[in-house]
């Protein structure tokens, strides 16, 4: 909100970023949010980068990972679901996004049993 009254007040955006310490990108694009919503647009909406997988891809993925890596013979490790991901959806993602990619599925890490969807 601190970014909103410096807009308002007519401070330029590569100001507003040097004094809050974030990329000028960010500022431009909360500018525009402004612009069309107003201050409040800048509450709505998630954090970070927008997904690069959409509804289908991860159900694709899903049933890969619900079928287990029989043929490797051994457990899904975030580097091998990267490979599935990168394989059934044509879109790379490193360990950490593949780690993501699960967590955000609602499977996680049972340290040796590997990989496991936890049921709401």
Request: aromatic share 6%.
């Amino acid at each position: 909100m601190e970014a909103a009254g410096l807009l308002r007040e007519g401070v330029r955006q590569a100001e507003v970023a040097r004094r809050l310490g974030v990329r000028r990108q960010s500022v431009n694009e909360w500018a525009k949010k402004i612009r069309r919503g107003g201050v409040w647009a800048l509450k709505a909406g998630r954090l970070g980068r927008p997904r690069k997988l959409h509804a289908e891809q991860l159900k694709r993925v899903e049933k890969q990972l619900r079928r287990g890596p029989q043929v490797m013979r051994r457990k899904w490790t975030v580097r091998r679901v990267g490979e599935l991901i990168e394989r059934e959806c044509r879109v790379r993602y490193s360990a950490a996004g593949a780690w993501g990619v699960l967590r955000g599925m609602g499977w996680r890490w049972r340290g040796g049993g590997g990989w496991s969807q936890v049921r709401g």
